[in-house]
């Protein structure tokens, strides 16, 4: 199995580990804003400590990148912290299953916008996968008793939508930033990550301060569950940007609808929700688009 698989996989274990302790978060009086920054005052300190460690914090690495890394590396970041938002709100309208099903928008984005900023195309085969997936996802979001495009206007469907343009950019850019950076690819990862990490924490607290007064104390009052957002935080965003490094941000992303199948594992033994035979089929779909990918694409 290639590298970049492998990665993928790691990654979809740790974000929804991460997603399942968002989800709590957002129970207990955080904002979807604090829930979201949790992930980022615990994960910088991290990083940084795992760039000291590997002697890539040398201010003569930093200063050699170029302005389009910092350009892509803060677009990736801005757009990746509202796609997080958007998944957070989208908790609270359906449940943990369905929510992490429909940011899966993305792919068939993500393609797109890598075709019109990296000029990387997919294959046929891929393609098709994602269309399955895609099938998948519908399925998720149509609503009993409405009539042909009535059935998708709802909030849990534009938040989804929303959530798969920012996270469609956000893969792209940091692919885009990552092939910037000079070495291999776990150190170029972990280059871009840092990058990424430092800009997220800084514009949040910001933001925070300035928008939601006493959340940020809030989320430090909590350190019990949102360090371990960090935690899982750090460990899953690092192998996402191995795997985008590797491979092309759309086909990592098919991939990443494995995510699916642990969601609802997780939606049904942690938070005991029910899921409907029509979730089911789309959760079925979107698990069949991954295998596809991974055997023909």
């Known amino acids: 199995m290639s590298q970049w698989i492998l990665f993928t996989l790691a990654a979809v274990v740790f974000q929804t580990g991460r997603f399942m302790l968002q989800k709590h978060l957002s129970g207990t009086g955080l904002s979807p804003s604090g829930a979201t920054f949790a992930r980022f005052l615990w994960s910088a300190p991290l990083v940084w400590a795992a760039l000291l460690a590997s002697g890539l914090a040398d201010p003569q690495i930093w200063s050699a990148l170029p302005p389009a890394f910092w350009a892509q590396s803060v677009l990736g970041g801005i757009t990746q912290i509202l796609a997080t938002i958007c998944v957070v709100a989208l908790f609270r309208s359906r449940n943990f299953a369905v929510g992490v099903t429909l940011k899966k928008t993305e792919v068939l984005i993500t393609a797109f916008v890598g075709v019109v900023a990296l000029g990387e195309f997919v294959s046929l085969p891929a393609l098709l996968a994602m269309l399955c997936g895609l099938v998948g996802v519908l399925l998720m979001t149509e609503v009993p008793g409405g009539k042909g495009l009535a059935r998708f206007a709802n909030r849990a469907a534009a938040l989804g939508l929303a959530s798969g343009v ?116 789309g959760i079925c779909a979107v698990t069949a688009s991954v295998l596809a990918l991974i055997l023909f694409g």
């Open 166 to 281: 920012f996270f469609a950019v956000s893969g792209v850019t940091y692919r885009g930033a990552s092939l910037l950076v000079t070495g291999e690819a776990l150190t170029r990862a972990l280059v871009t990550l840092g990058a990424v990490v430092t800009s997220q924490l800084l514009l949040m607290a910001v933001w925070l301060a300035w928008r939601e007064s006493g959340e940020i104390t809030r989320v430090l009052r909590g350190w019990r569950v949102t360090s371990l957002v960090g935690l899982t935080s750090v460990f899953g965003s690092y192998c996402w940007f191995v795997a985008f490094t590797l491979q092309n941000a759309a086909y990592v992303y098919t991939i990443g609808q494995f995510e699916v199948v642990l969601s609802l594992l997780a939606s049904v033994l942690f938070f005991h929700e029910k899921v409907s035979w029509r979730e089911l089929l």
